[in-house]
């Protein structure tokens, strides 16, 4: 009775030399070298370079014992995976996910499987890579390997295409949506999540930015970032109503916290996307009201409220302050007597404070917020008439805090200005009272 090819397969084992009718041998120029027991009806079949090389079409098939020993010189590092491929010959049934192990194996035997011609493990190893997660490293060596490996390997390299430009867009109009509304407190990781991805999305680095922002992301953009900030407006006034009742409720002043932390990241995505006019002006005419309510909170020790509120600000304070969004004089003027005396109630608080918390010292090392917010009051006190320049000067030399902010740039610069103020005023004048020349 005739075995099936199964059957036989059984019966016969690698390295078994008194049934093999064939031997493989696997070498290397640097010397390495081994003998590989096998049978010619089992590499034939599992294998379309033995079936050529033990075929009587091959050019040294009568040369004597020449089909008996197939040598086959290989690299160094695949000498291994040569003698696995023959081993998983053997295999009674199909080569499974399971007998590749890895993704270092399953590239490594990839590379022997395609220039062996091995149909089989070729398709169970690309399945393999194909469906399992890969490390950053795993990932680099797969876009070294896999390109070079023809068309069989190129589906493996489907979840590295660049994706189709619609699929982003849609993709970031869900995930805005979502990170601008109030979700339930159990979804903050995912929405915040969600806000560092978006915000990854849109800033360049190594890479150019993966969105290009035209009109329908920036509209869709500046619609959910209006419904953040209108919510945040209302509980606003809401806390203004009744400040002492409003800071003993617990939950309004939680999600006070909570909405400062979501516009702090929506003044980042509406300064990428170039839409920040709509925030500054909103932050601008609740400026008062949110002033009051921090205070309130730097009352009942709520630091961590009142940098988060400066980190909006400064933002804010730096759109007016180097010309991103044109306000009338008084607006300016009134940005710098709202937000100074604050910053100087905050700043000693902050440099006062210990804990070893390590939330807390965060708020003792971000140097960058004090500097940038220096910079942006210097900026705007110099964009505004000399009178009221000198007004805020005054009152900086009386104050407690003159340490900081540090205006002494702006008063350097008052003082030049004042002094040849006439001089050029009067150099104005005779060239106004100079009669024009043909």
């Known amino acids: 009775m005739e075995l099936s090819d199964k059957e036989s397969r059984t019966l016969c084992r690698i390295g078994d030399r008194p049934t093999s009718d064939v031997v493989v041998r696997i070498r290397t120029q640097e010397g ?25 079409s091959w050019p040294t098939c009568q040369i004597l014992d020449s089909r008996n020993c197939v040598e086959v010189y290989c690299e160094e ?25 890895s993704v270092k194996n399953a590239l490594a035997i990839l590379r ?30 797969i876009l070294k390997v896999i390109p070079g490996m023809g068309s069989q390997a190129e589906a493996v390299l489907a979840r590295l295409q660049p994706v189709n430009p619609l699929a982003v867009v849609k993709i970031f109009i869900s995930a805005i949506q979502f990170a601008t509304s109030s979700p339930p407190s159990s979804m903050n ?10 915000e990854y999305l849109l800033t360049e680095d190594d890479d150019a930015p993966l969105l290009t922002a035209d009109d329908e992301i920036k509209m869709e953009a500046k619609l959910c970032v209006n419904r953040l900030l209108m919510r945040f407006v209302n509980l606003v006034d809401s806390l203004v109503g009744d400040l002492q009742e409003s800071m003993a409720e617990a939950g309004k002043i939680e999600l006070f916290q909570a909405y400062l932390n979501d516009l702090s990241w929506a003044s980042q995505i509406v300064t990428k996307l170039e839409i920040s006019s709509d925030f500054v002006l909103t932050w601008v005419e609740t400026s008062v009201k949110i002033v009051k309510v921090a205070e309130e909170a730097c ?18 304070l730096e759109a007016i302050g180097y010309g991103t969004l044109i306000l009338p004089t008084m607006k300016r003027l009134q940005m710098v007597k709202v937000w100074l005396p604050f910053v100087r109630l905050v700043k000693p608080s902050v440099d006062s404070f210990a804990s070893d918390d390590d939330n807390d010292m965060l708020l003792k090392s971000n140097d960058e917020l004090w500097q940038s917010l220096e910079s942006a009051f210097v900026s705007m006190i110099l964009a505004l008439p000399s009178s009221d320049q000198a007004e805020i000067l005054t009152d900086w030399f009386e104050n407690k805090q003159i340490r900081y902010p540090d205006l002494t740039e702006a008063f350097e610069v008052w ?13 104005l004048d005779e060239n106004d009272l100079t009669p024009n020349r043909v």
Do not use: M, N
Not at 33 to 47: A, E, F, G, M, N
Not at 134 to 141: A, H, K, L, V
Not at 299 to 316: F, M, N, T, Y
């Open 32 to 56: 390495r070298d081994d003998w590989i027991y096998c049978h010619s009806h089992i590499l034939v079949d599992k294998c379309k370079y033995f079936a050529d090389r033990l075929s009587d």
């Open 77 to 101: 590092s695949d000498f291994d995976h040569y003698i696995v491929i023959l081993r998983l010959f053997y295999i009674t049934s199909d080569v499974t996910v399971a007998d590749i192990g």
């Open 112 to 141: 022997v499987a395609i220039h062996l011609v091995c149909p089989q493990i070729v398709s169970t190893c690309v399945g393999y890579l194909e469906a399992v997660p890969w490390d950053e490293s795993e990932e680099e060596e």
């Open 189 to 198: 990781d995912l929405k915040v999540s969600s806000q560092e991805q978006l």
């Open 299 to 316: 009352r009942e020790s709520s630091l961590q409220i009142q940098v988060k509120v400066l980190e909006i600000a400064v933002k804010v």
């Open 415 to 427: 003082c030049y200005r004042s002094k040849v103020a006439k001089r050029r005023l009067a150099l």
